[in-house]
């Protein structure tokens, strides 16, 4: 009877090990073709990257013009953002991350006003397509960069919930979906006319305003409580093997994501600076990807964007603030504290903070405070504001992320 009960266990655990074989295998073979297209990109010096930064600009100025004509405004990514147009541009969707807020917009021909039916319809597909969105990198493309995937898992995996806390998924979406709707208010929202600029024969400019040729309507919906988290379990297993290998704390990395970026996959800003820890190409990820690889490369956003790599460059240049720009600070707590300020506004505006003209000269002044001490002064003498209330938020939120135990 036992042996029979052993072969009975053995075979079960076979199973199941056969079963995460081939989940990893499906996993590595994404990474694979992820990789083999980056591989392309990570040759560029920096003439390249500059021809390459010139098409993407183009484009991205034409995708927005393109927008603005047929929507009467724009939408766009930004670090807490995450916006995602349709294939034929007549759907968007703006998740705001960091209020953990929806709004589905939904564009429909001018020449069916009172359709109820095809607006409440056209809604409910913007629902379930949000709901197992995978996002992509870009809204637009250049001949030598096009949108790809984020993951091989919906952006939103597990932070959609229905009004009895069921989370959604494939089995209830349908009923979510007219959950939402009905209990939605679904607005119709005024179109901005589109000016045309046309110039006369003297040489002065008259605007000709076109009318829009769709009608608006939009409905909002809420992320689940616990939206945030679950978007951080999703890179945890990176964030653990990196902070673990360059010697950070955990948290330490996780708040900087999510003040950087809210785990937004598409976060961009103005500068740009791409990805969830928001590396800028020109600085950060140029000088980590050396530090990392030995090789001076410029990268291209679908890189940085990539979650693995990313993280890997971002904790690579944490690394690099703490034992080279900061070797000297003997406390790591004040070490910690000069990194995080650091890889918001520089290395140099710490040095103004302290009011010092070197790095060595304010190692010695911060070694001769406490770590609180040291924190009082990054917090009200650091020159800009954005740069002090950062240093409030990634230090309250390493307190958050500890108390889940991870």
């Not at 766009?76 to 709004?103: A, L, M, P, Q």
């Amino acid at each position: 009877m036992e042996k029979k009960l052993s072969k009975k266990i053995i075979f079960l655990i076979s199973i199941i090990f056969i079963g995460n074989l081939f989940a990893q295998k499906d996993f590595e073979d994404y990474q694979k073709t992820q990789e083999k297209q980056f591989a392309k990109f990570v040759t560029m010096d920096k003439k390249a990257y500059e021809e390459y930064a010139k098409a993407d600009r183009e484009a991205f100025a034409k995708f927005k013009n393109e927008m603005e004509e047929k929507w009467g405004n724009f939408a766009t990514s930004s670090r807490k953002d995450w916006v995602e147009y349709s294939n034929n541009n007549e759907t968007r969707s703006i998740v705001d991350f960091e209020k953990g807020s929806v709004k589905i917009e939904i564009l429909i021909p001018k020449d069916n006003p009172d359709n109820e039916e095809m607006i409440n319809k056209k809604l409910l597909e913007a629902i379930k397509e949000l709901a197992f969105a995978k996002g992509k990198t870009k809204d637009y493309e250049i001949p030598n960069e096009k949108p790809i995937a984020f993951s091989d898992k919906p952006v939103l995996e597990n932070q959609l919930q229905m009004k009895n806390g069921e989370i959604v998924n494939n089995q209830n979406i349908e009923k979510y979906s007219k959950e939402i709707l009905d209990n939605s208010q679904i607005e119709q929202v005024e179109m901005e006319l589109k000016k045309d600029k046309t110039k006369k024969k003297k040489g002065s400019e008259t605007f000709e305003t076109k009318q829009p040729e769709f009608l608006k309507y939009s409905i909002s919906l809420e992320l689940a409580p616990e939206n945030i988290q679950e978007r951080a379990k999703q890179h945890l297993p990176y964030m653990k093997k990196y902070a673990t290998y360059y010697d950070l704390p955990l948290d330490l990395v996780m708040a900087m994501i999510h003040t950087e970026s809210f785990y937004n996959p598409k976060a961009r800003s103005y500068i740009p600076a791409y990805g969830l820890m928001q590396l800028v190409p020109r600085t950060a990820a140029y000088e980590a990807y050396e530090y990392v690889y030995d090789k001076k490369k410029m990268l291209p956003a679908n890189y940085l964007y990539n979650p693995k790599n990313n993280i890997e460059l971002g904790t690579a240049y944490l690394y690099r603030l703490k034992t080279h720009y900061f070797k000297n600070v003997e406390n790591s707590k004040s070490r910690n504290y000069c990194i995080i300020a650091a890889y918001n506004t520089g290395s140099g505006n710490v040095n103004r903070a302290f009011g010092s003209k070197n790095l060595q000269d304010t190692a010695k002044k911060i070694n001769a405070m406490t770590s609180e001490q040291v924190y009082n002064v990054l917090r009200t003498q650091l020159p800009f504001t954005e740069t002090r209330k950062y240093m409030k938020k990634v230090t309250d939120r390493r307190a958050k992320y500890r108390s889940w135990g991870i």
